[in-house]
């Protein structure tokens, strides 16, 4: 059941869900259409966590006067490869927050998680499988593979970020202004995504030998 009492699919992707023909967020994800309405991904992940990573006063002349609203930075996944990022704006926190988090479920991406070290036995899912590295404004972050049971060696915004994706052991490297949350959170999630899209030449090349087949 959904967490919203009375959704009415209006995509095509989620009429799919709402008939089971999709029943996982894998499947949703490599559907091939747009993903637009949060509650489909209450129904296919109910087990979503949320991260608030920081909350900011915006203030903005307008000819009225002056508008102050708040920006929530917010992070969410199932610690299970499951990872979204957002930012949400309104005139009140809780609504920021609200905002952040819809909108974080229409950025999840799949995490490709394996062990990828050298230092680590292979068929593991604790970490990443490569080097991954990411941007957002002048902050850069890598993040590297590391052996199961080092844990993460990451600043407090990456590590929580790595969390929700389900990575448990890995290194990272951060440039540039990274006391910028919004930046730093950002381009970690930017280097997780770059992982997730580095699969899928890979995973385009087998279904069509299994075509040729």
Not at 10 to 19: E, P, S, Y
Request: charged content about 30%; aromatic content about 2%; glycine content about 10%.
């Amino acid at each position: 059941m959904s967490e919203r009492d009375g959704w009415e699919p209006q995509t095509r992707l989620g009429k799919m869900v709402a008939d089971g023909e999709i029943e996982t967020m894998e499947g949703a994800l490599s559907a091939g259409l747009p993903l637009k309405e949060p509650e489909l991904v209450d129904q296919l992940v109910p087990d979503l966590e949320d991260e608030v990573l920081d909350i900011n006063m915006v203030q903005r002349m307008t000819d009225s006067g002056r508008r102050v609203k708040f920006r929530c930075v917010v992070a969410i996944g199932n610690r299970d490869g499951l990872v979204g990022y957002a930012e949400g704006r309104d005139d009140q926190v809780g609504g920021a927050i609200q905002k952040a988090i819809d909108i974080g479920k229409l950025n999840l991406i799949k995490v490709p998680l394996g062990s990828g070290s050298w230092e680590d036995r292979p068929g593991g899912d604790h970490s990443l499988v490569r080097n991954a590295e990411g941007k957002a404004g002048s902050v850069t972050v890598e993040i590297m593979p590391a052996p199961k049971g080092l844990g993460l060696a990451a600043a407090e915004t990456p590590r929580k970020v790595l969390e929700l994706a389900g990575v448990e052991d890995a290194w990272t490297k951060s440039h540039g202004n990274t006391r910028t949350t919004v930046n730093l959170a950002k381009a970690t999630y930017n280097a997780l995504q770059n992982a997730a899209e580095a699969r899928v030449p890979q995973r385009i090349h087998e279904q069509q030998r299994e075509v040729t087949e």
